[in-house]
């Protein structure tokens, strides 16, 4: 590369072009042109034929349909969407409790540490799907649900005498109901931020200890503020994640419309303004996050 | 260091004081640990239980657990139906195949972004992030019809071929980055090439190798924590995945996927109406334990390495 005379600039670029060649190619054929092509199928109508598919342009039809008169969609959208602002909170917390709780040096931690992460392994894809209206799975569930319902009684009692906001009431109830499924959904979250509680540098707490710091402060001072990026990270994570998972109504929609319902250019409006919501949802949370989040660098 | 008694007693006196307090919040975790542990446990628990039960088992209310008539029939039953040896090679190398080509592709891709600063590298990088937050049902349908009519640039004649039910989707969208959560494989990647310190490459450069040179002989023996993560992440979730098996391959392929979606409808000899009873039941939860038991048993043995490397990737950083 010599023989051309090329500055090191120059040069550098070339290769690192060459280095992301790979996802450069595969984003132009295998993203970006079936991105561009679900946009374009949701603004008409396409009709598979023996030879292909023709399309048929409908403006925003299919929008107003998805919209206006299809019954299904607002319901399981709106489902789809609380879940995911429920769980949320909760996965976060539960698993930035347990990386706190598994960061501790105790009898058995490696073990634990293993028991924590085998969702990670066990609770995907095929195995979630085929758990689904399994008759021995809906059983323990039913026994699970038993449980729930007598305490969620006697808690949701408890509450109500509290006077607390009802808004807030329903979430703890909701989230009480919800706490296998968070558990389930966590691993890789307490993977990532156990990372991070590593990755501290110890001297910060020996200079804190110095200072004559208490842990209390260490956590809200120290921790935290070390840890909250991979908050983000993890925000990111666990959405793309709910994408995948087969509890989401919308997903299940959006498949069941494309290949037995109202046809690929419906399946597609829907996607997109599942896709869109997600995104301006994300951009808010960055908004708010991004003011407090710290930088150590 | 002088040994002082009187410290010492001090540190005694101080450390029989906080023992309850101690106590107390090692019970408090252990509480915490064993209820974790059995929510994510109850699921296999169920399945293992289950394995062994007889149909009446499943409508006796007195049975939770532990069956009153143990039975292996399942075991040899659902070997049977989910041909199980040859199902589990073809899913295995489909899974170790994948992951490789993953593997590759996304490392060199996450160098070439860690490493270059390119002209438009921090654009290629969001689109990286992009790709991420794209659901894949989104793609589904467009991505369909791309591999059934199958064309770049007019490079198959009018009509394109059909790639579907063969390796190549497989194969173009894993050497090309798009295949499921490649985003996140090239985003720890990327941040583990930049924690590595860049003296490496310069003394290479001095010794005069080229930048492809110092890539395969000194960044990647550097960099085997993460690329054993990746790999893993990789094994894991094409093992486990149903989208691009049913996108790509479909109902009909060899695999254990397949077997396991299957296996309760050659259990009943494709009786519909015997599908959704208990026994069909019985035998799918067997069927899972099948489709779980290779990768629970590779967890077993690389679980240490697994969570010691993922600390070490510098994911955080």
């Given at each position: 590369?010599?023989?051309l005379?090329?500055?090191?600039?120059?040069?550098?670029?070339?290769?690192?072009?060459?280095?992301?060649?790979?996802?450069?190619?595969?984003?132009?054929?295998?993203?970006?042109?079936?991105?561009?092509?679900?946009?374009?199928?949701?603004?008409?109508?396409?009709?598979?034929?023996?030879?292909?598919?023709?399309l048929?342009?409908?403006?925003?039809?299919?929008?107003?349909?998805?919209?206006?008169?299809?019954?299904?969609?607002?319901?399981?959208?709106?489902?789809?969407?609380?879940?995911?602002?429920?769980?949320?909170?909760?996965?976060?917390s539960?698993?930035?409790?347990?990386?706190?709780v598994?960061?501790?040096?105790?009898?058995?931690?490696?073990?634990?540490?293993?028991?924590?992460?085998?969702?990670?392994?066990m609770?995907?894809?095929?195995?979630?799907?085929?758990?689904?209206?399994?008759?021995i799975?809906?059983?323990?569930?039913?026994?699970?649900?038993?449980?729930?319902?007598?305490?969620?009684?006697?808690?949701?009692?408890?509450l109500?005498?509290?006077?607390?906001?009802?808004?807030f009431?329903?979430?703890?109830?909701?989230?009480?109901?919800?706490?296998?499924?968070?558990?389930?959904?966590?691993?890789?979250?307490?993977?990532?931020?156990?990372?991070?509680?590593?990755?501290?540098?110890?001297?910060?707490?020996?200079?804190a200890?110095?200072?004559?710091?208490?842990?209390?402060?260490?956590f809200?001072?120290?921790?935290l503020?070390?840890?909250?990026?991979?908050?983000?990270?993890?925000?990111?994570?666990?959405?793309?994640?709910s994408?995948?998972?087969?509890?989401?109504?919308l997903?299940?929609?959006?498949?069941?419309?494309?290949?037995?319902g109202?046809?690929?250019g419906?399946?597609?409006?829907?996607?997109?303004m599942?896709?869109?919501?997600?995104?301006?949802m994300?951009?808010?949370?960055?908004?708010?996050?991004?003011?407090?989040?710290?930088?150590?660098? | 260091?002088?040994?002082?008694?009187?410290?010492?007693?001090?540190s005694?006196?101080?450390?029989?004081?906080?023992?309850?307090?101690?106590?107390?919040?090692?019970?408090?975790r252990?509480?915490?640990?064993?209820?974790?542990?059995?929510?994510?446990?109850?699921?296999?628990?169920?399945k293992f239980?289950?394995s062994?039960?007889?149909?009446p088992?499943?409508?006796?209310?007195?049975?939770?657990?532990?069956?009153r008539?143990?039975?292996?029939?399942?075991?040899?039953?659902?070997?049977?139906?989910?041909?199980?040896p040859?199902?589990?090679?073809?899913?295995?190398?489909?899974?170790?195949?994948?992951?490789?080509?993953?593997?590759?592709?996304?490392?060199?891709?996450?160098?070439?972004?860690?490493?270059?600063?390119?002209?438009?590298?921090?654009?290629?990088?969001?689109?990286?992030?992009?790709?991420?937050?794209?659901?894949?049902?989104?793609?589904?349908?467009?991505?369909?019809?791309?591999?059934?009519?199958f064309?770049?640039?007019?490079?198959?004649?009018?009509?394109?071929?059909?790639?579907?039910?063969?390796?190549?989707?497989?194969?173009?969208?894993?050497l090309?980055?798009?295949?499921?959560?490649?985003?996140?494989?090239?985003?720890i990647m990327?941040?583990?090439?930049?924690?590595?310190?860049?003296?490496?490459?310069?003394?290479?450069?001095?010794?005069?190798?080229?930048?492809f040179?110092?890539?395969?002989r000194?960044?990647?023996?550097?960099a085997?924590?993460?690329?054993?993560?990746v790999?893993?992440?990789?094994?894991?979730?094409?093992?486990n995945?149903?989208?691009?098996?049913?996108?790509?391959?479909g109902?009909?392929?060899?695999f254990?996927?397949?077997?396991?979606?299957?296996?309760?409808?050659?259990?009943?000899?494709?009786?519909?109406?015997?599908?959704?009873?208990?026994?069909?039941?019985?035998?799918?939860?067997?069927?899972?334990?099948?489709?779980?038991?290779p990768?629970?048993f590779?967890?077993?043995?690389?679980?240490?390495?697994?969570?010691?490397s993922?600390?070490?990737?510098?994911?955080?950083?």
């Open positions: 590369m010599n023989k005379n090329l500055s090191l600039k120059q040069k550098n670029t070339i290769i690192g072009y060459i280095f992301c060649l790979p996802f450069i190619l595969g984003f132009l054929f295998f993203f970006i042109r079936p991105f561009l092509q679900a946009v374009n199928f949701s603004f008409n109508e396409l009709q598979v034929t023996a030879d292909g598919f023709e048929h342009f409908r403006g925003i039809s299919n929008y107003m349909h998805i919209l206006l008169v299809h019954p299904d969609f607002i319901p399981s959208f709106l489902e789809t969407i609380r879940d995911m602002v429920v769980d949320l909170p909760l996965i976060l539960f698993s930035f409790f347990s990386a706190l598994l960061n501790q040096k105790f009898k058995g931690q490696t073990f634990s540490r293993a028991i924590f992460f085998l969702p990670v392994i609770s995907a894809g095929i195995i979630l799907r085929m758990e689904q209206g399994d008759y799975t809906e059983a323990m569930q039913q026994i699970e649900q038993v449980d729930y319902t007598f305490s969620g009684a006697a808690l949701r009692n408890l109500l005498q509290t006077r607390l906001p009802e808004g009431l329903e979430f703890v109830l909701n989230a009480v109901e919800r706490i296998p499924q968070i558990i389930r959904a966590s691993g890789i979250q307490i993977i990532v931020f156990l990372a991070g509680l590593q990755s501290i540098p110890r001297s910060i707490y020996e200079a200890e110095v200072e004559g710091a208490t842990s209390w402060e260490n809200w001072l120290i921790t503020p070390m840890l909250s990026p991979l908050i983000l990270t993890n925000i990111v994570y666990t959405i793309i994640d994408f995948i998972s087969p509890r989401n109504e997903i299940d929609l959006i498949r069941n419309t494309a290949f037995e109202a046809g690929f419906i399946s597609m409006a829907m996607a997109i599942y896709f869109l919501t997600i995104l301006i994300l951009g808010v949370v960055f908004k708010i996050l991004s003011g407090w989040v710290f930088y150590h660098e | 260091m002088e040994w002082d008694l009187k410290e010492y007693l001090a005694l006196k101080y450390k029989i004081k906080n023992k309850p307090v101690k106590f107390l919040i090692s019970l408090l252990a509480g915490f640990i064993i209820g974790v542990a059995f929510v994510i446990l109850q699921p296999l628990l169920t239980a289950a062994f039960m007889v149909e088992d499943l409508y006796d209310p007195t049975v939770v657990w532990i069956p008539q143990v039975t292996f029939e399942h075991y040899f039953d659902v070997w049977e139906y989910m041909d199980y040859s199902a589990l090679f073809n899913h295995l190398t489909l899974a170790v195949a994948i992951s490789i080509m993953q593997l590759f592709s996304c490392t060199l891709v996450g160098y070439g972004l860690a490493r270059f600063d390119f002209k438009g590298s921090s654009f290629l990088f969001g689109c990286v992030i992009f790709t991420l937050i794209v659901p894949p049902q989104l793609v589904l349908i467009p991505m369909y019809m791309n591999f059934r009519f064309n770049i640039l007019g490079l198959f004649g009018e009509e394109g071929v059909n790639l579907l039910g063969s390796y190549w989707p497989y194969v173009l969208t894993s090309t980055t798009t295949g499921l959560r490649n985003g996140l494989f090239i985003y990327r941040q583990f090439f930049k924690g590595m310190p860049r003296q490496l490459e310069e003394a290479a450069y001095v010794d005069g190798a080229g930048a040179r110092t890539f395969f000194i960044m990647l023996p550097g085997i924590p993460g690329l054993v993560v790999f893993l992440f990789a094994f894991v979730w094409t093992w995945d149903e989208f691009f098996m049913s996108l790509f391959i109902g009909q392929g060899d254990l996927t397949q077997a396991l979606r299957n296996v309760a409808h050659r259990a009943v000899d494709g009786d519909h109406n015997l599908l959704h009873t208990e026994y069909a039941s019985l035998i799918r939860n067997t069927g899972m334990l099948f489709f779980i038991a990768i629970l590779i967890y077993v043995f690389l679980q240490r390495y697994f969570v010691e993922i600390e070490r990737t510098g994911l955080v950083g």
